[in-house]
T-cell receptor, first 111, second 116 residues
Framework: EDQVTQSPEALRLQEGESSSLNCSYT??????LFWYRQDPGKGPEFLFT???AGEEKEKERLKATLTKKESFLHITAPKPEDSATYLC????????????FGPGTRLSVLP | EAQVTQNPRYLITVTGKKLTVTCSQNMNHEYMSWYRQDPGLGLRQIYYSMNVEVTDKGDVPEGYKVSRKEKRNFPLILESPSPNQTSLYFCASSPTRMHTNGNIQYFGAGTRLSVL
């Protein structure tokens, strides 16, 4: 069964305290791994797509990396405005366009 | 402004009363999809469409119908809603198939549905 897990479930950081979020997946075939940010009361907002092991993408204080079994979202010197739920999703390899999402990590950055 | 618009944003209904949640995008996207989001379960894909008249099931299609008669619209239909369909629903669209490098999926603001 295709499955995506995320850890930790929730994370509280002080402003400036760097950390990493984990997304682990067991799927029949990976066509792409996506990271999204979701603010309360809003739809997910796209951050990154990673397609192959070893790939890395960066945007401001965020950096996403991918291995054959997991992805990390590294947050460097976070600010309170980085507080949100971070979701990862896997596009699985089949004829269609099936996505499997993880449950998310709720990040709080305290000033 | 490029956007995915869902209506209504909030809906309270009773068991068995047919309802439709509309979704419209103004970006001429080929791909559209519906998800439901439940606490602890994350987003689960209900149905998706790769173009007009082309739809396919996601992980949790039971109890839902969709149609794609026009490129911009992708309504979600609950013929006989039940309390276990109480959830937060999101519509999304992207220019083309998601495995294309650089492709981005845009989400609507969500529809919170309560079935009593």
């Amino acid at each position: 069964e295709d499955q995506v897990t995320q850890s930790p479930e929730a994370l509280r950081l002080q402003e400036g305290e760097s950390s990493s979020l984990n997304c682990s997946y067991t799927v029949s075939g990976l066509r792409g791994l996506f990271w999204y940010r979701q603010d309360p009361g809003k739809g997910p907002e796209f951050l990154f797509t990673l397609y192959s092991a070893g790939e890395e993408k960066e945007k401001e204080r965020l950096k996403a990396t991918l291995t054959k079994k997991e992805s990390f979202l590294h947050i460097t010197a976070p600010k309170p405005e980085d507080s949100a739920t971070y979701l990862c999703a896997v596009l699985i390899y089949n004829y269609g366009q099936n996505f499997v999402f993880g449950p998310g990590t709720r990040l709080s950055v305290l000033p | 402004e490029a956007q995915v618009t869902q209506n209504p944003r909030y809906l309270i209904t009773v068991t068995g009363k047919k309802l439709t949640v509309t979704c419209s995008q103004n970006m001429n996207h080929e791909y559209m999809s519906w998800y439901r989001q439940d606490p602890g379960l994350g987003l689960r894909q209900i149905y998706y469409s790769m173009n007009v008249e082309v739809t396919d099931k996601g992980d949790v299609p039971e109890g839902y119908k969709v149609s794609r008669k026009e490129k911009r619209n992708f309504p979600l239909i609950l013929e006989s809603p039940s309390p276990n369909q109480t959830s937060l629903y999101f519509c999304a669209s992207s220019p083309t198939r998601m495995h294309t490098n650089g492709n981005i999926q845009y989400f609507g603001a969500g529809t919170r549905l309560s079935v009593l």
